[in-house]
């Protein structure tokens, strides 16, 4: 079965550090998608980034990059030059077809809290 | 652009009430799902929608029903509440059941049953 690990509970930082969440996942398919969602203290999720299991290219969007390596079975998201409003829950999500194979399911991480300190 | 709503926003229910917790979204999307979200974990399937009429069971479906009349609609229905329903509650909606679709969240339901 799917499973995403984010052993990383929460993370403090203070303001204008790099950090970096943490993101391993388990499965047996081989074409597969991973997201990122961020989670803000106003409770909703934002999309914040996908990628195929094909395409191994790290992305960098601002201060934010993403760092895929099939081998170890990561998709790790770094923060760089952290800032106040970075502070929300960040969770990791592994896309794969339901056993019915009419939908696909997002199964998600248990979710790391990042808090930047001014 | 409204895109997923939920109501209500917050609920407190005694146990052995029933509820409904209303989602629409204005996409024009043909999948919707459900998910939980107990503290401290991350999101669970509860039920999903391929499009109107067509529902079926996610990961944790005991305790709640769905029906889907209409491709805006997804209501989900808690029969007899219980303590361990207690969580908060997404909507979700897609434009496709592809592994690739980006999946656009509501804002959620904090139901709490006492």
């Known amino acids: 079965a799917q499973k995403v690990t984010q052993a990383q509970t929460e993370i403090s930082v203070v303001e204008k550090e790099d950090v970096t969440l943490d993101c391993v996942y388990e499965t047996r398919d081989t074409t597969y998608y991973l997201f990122w969602y961020k989670q803000p203290p106003s409770g909703e999720l934002v999309f914040l980034i996908r990628?195929?299991?094909?395409?191994?290219q790290n992305e960098i969007s601002g201060r934010y990059s993403w760092n895929f390596q099939k081998s170890t079975s990561s998709f790790n998201f770094t923060i760089t030059a952290s800032q106040v409003v970075d502070s929300a829950v960040y969770f990791c999500?592994?896309?794969?077809?339901?056993?019915?194979?009419?939908?696909?399911?997002?199964?998600f991480g248990s979710g790391t809290q990042l808090t930047v300190l001014p | 652009n409204a895109g997923v709503t939920q109501t209500p926003k917050f609920r407190i229910l005694k146990i052995g009430q029933s509820m409904t917790l209303q989602c629409t979204q204005d996409?024009?999307?043909?999948?919707m799902y459900w998910y939980r979200q107990d503290p401290g974990m991350g999101l669970k399937l509860i039920y999903y929608s391929v499009g109107a009429g067509i529902t079926d069971k996610g990961e944790v479906p005991n305790g709640y029903n769905v029906s889907r009349s209409t491709t805006e609609d997804f209501p989900l229905r808690l029969e007899l509440a219980a303590p361990s329903q207690t969580s908060v509650y997404f909507c979700?909606?897609?434009?496709?059941?592809?592994?690739?679709?980006?999946?656009?969240f509501g804002q959620g339901t904090r139901l709490t049953v006492v």
């Open positions: 999500a592994l896309s794969e077809f339901l056993s019915s194979g009419s939908a696909r399911q997002l199964t």
């Open positions: 990628r195929n299991s094909f395409d191994e």
């Open positions: 996409m024009n999307h043909n999948y």
């Open positions: 979700a909606s897609s434009y496709s059941g592809t592994v690739s679709a980006e999946a656009f």
